[in-house]
């Protein structure tokens, strides 16, 4: 049977869990925008209590690290990519190919705030139901003309429920070709090639299943939402939160 995995929801009594799905995922799309053009002191205003709320929701930090290994690689790539494409002062030159002090700065703001918006992901989706996340996502998209609130809505409340299925599959994956030797081969195009496709073929079976289990039980999008209430402890969380990014993006009051 499959372990489970650091990130999903996570039941609890704190603030977080406590506040209204709407208000917080307008916190999430205000700080995941405000990270994009946060310099360093605004990132370390953010993170510090990003790393926080992560203690305070009982999140391991290191099964959390664990999980994310993966994103590990993509950030290293992303690093490797600004360090060697931006010109300037070389820090150190391999070959005629050299690492420039303004792309390892460049790199490393860029990893970081990649790391923000994952941070702040993990703290939303620990905190709140995937149903809270459907509803508060029709609630929000209801306004909008031309998009199908509720579709979208159970389109993000599946991918939000397949993520730790994924990072099971994955572990199990890895573990079944452990035991039949793949990692002794030397070509690491190989391994990667024979994981991913054993990994993908899993997760679109587990995809159909799910598919058929749905029809199977007349599913449709026209279904009950919870219902949502604002309170004061809603819209000052919303204000201190927005008043944050302002000051971490530099924007003037």
Known sequence: MAELTTLGFRPGRSLFHRLDARFKLLCLAMISITVLRAGVWGLTGLTVP????VCRLG????SMLKELRYLAVLLFLVFAARALSTPGTALLTVSGVSITREGAAAGG??????????????????ATRPSEIRGAV?????????????????????????IPMILNQARETADAQRARCIECR???????????????RRIFE???QLVVA????????DRTSPRFSATPRDWTALFVTAAACAAAAGIPF
């Open 206 to 208: 587990d995809a159909e």
């Open 59 to 62: 999140i391991p930090l290191r």
């Open 109 to 126: 703001l860029v990893c970081w705030r990649l790391t923000s918006v994952v941070l702040a992901g993990i703290i939303f989706i620990a």
């Open 50 to 53: 990003g790393l926080a709320a």
């Open 186 to 200: 030397k070509n690491p195009v190989f391994r990667l090639k024979t994981l991913c496709v054993a990994l993908l």
């Open 138 to 162: 029709i609630r929000l998209l209801a306004p909008i003309p031309f998009i199908p609130e509720r579709r979208a809505g159970t389109m993000i409340s599946l991918l939000i429920r397949f």
């Open 214 to 221: 749905m029809e199977a039980r007349c599913y449709t999008e």
